[in-house]
């Protein structure tokens, strides 16, 4: 069974630094692209970051380049997001999802066919 579960969101002020996690179960990562994805308060879901899998290919959203940077251990079976210089704006509930088994990662939601539950990130002061 796929299981894909976050953490490590929580409340950061502006400026600051969290890093989530995400665990994958029931597949191996390395065979699939990872990503991460965003739902801000009466917003659509948007792409943030996706991975491919050796981590030789990354992308990011515009709004988070320079400032956020994903990864993935394979032997861990895990990938994260490290983000950086938070801002209000940030604020989101963050998602993992898997990708197709693909070299080239891609933007579009509908590729990503297993998700997890989601961690809040909220940047206040």
């Known amino acids: 069974q796929v299981q894909l579960v976050e953490s490590g969101g929580g409340l950061v002020q502006p400026g600051g630094s969290v890093t989530l996690s995400c665990a994958a179960s029931?597949?191996?990562?390395?065979?699939?692209?990872m990503g991460w994805f965003r739902r801000a308060p009466g917003k659509e879901r948007e792409f943030v970051s996706g991975i491919n899998w050796n981590g030789g290919s990354t992308k990011y959203a515009d709004s988070v380049k320079g400032r956020f940077t994903i990864s993935r251990d394979n032997a861990e079976n895990t990938v994260y997001l490290q983000m950086n210089s938070l801002k209000p704006e940030d604020t989101a509930v963050y998602f993992c999802a898997r990708g197709p088994a693909s070299p080239y990662v891609p933007l579009v939601s509908s590729l990503y066919n297993y998700w997890g539950q989601g961690t809040q990130v909220t940047v206040s002061s």
């Open positions: 029931g597949f191996t990562v390395s065979n699939y692209i």
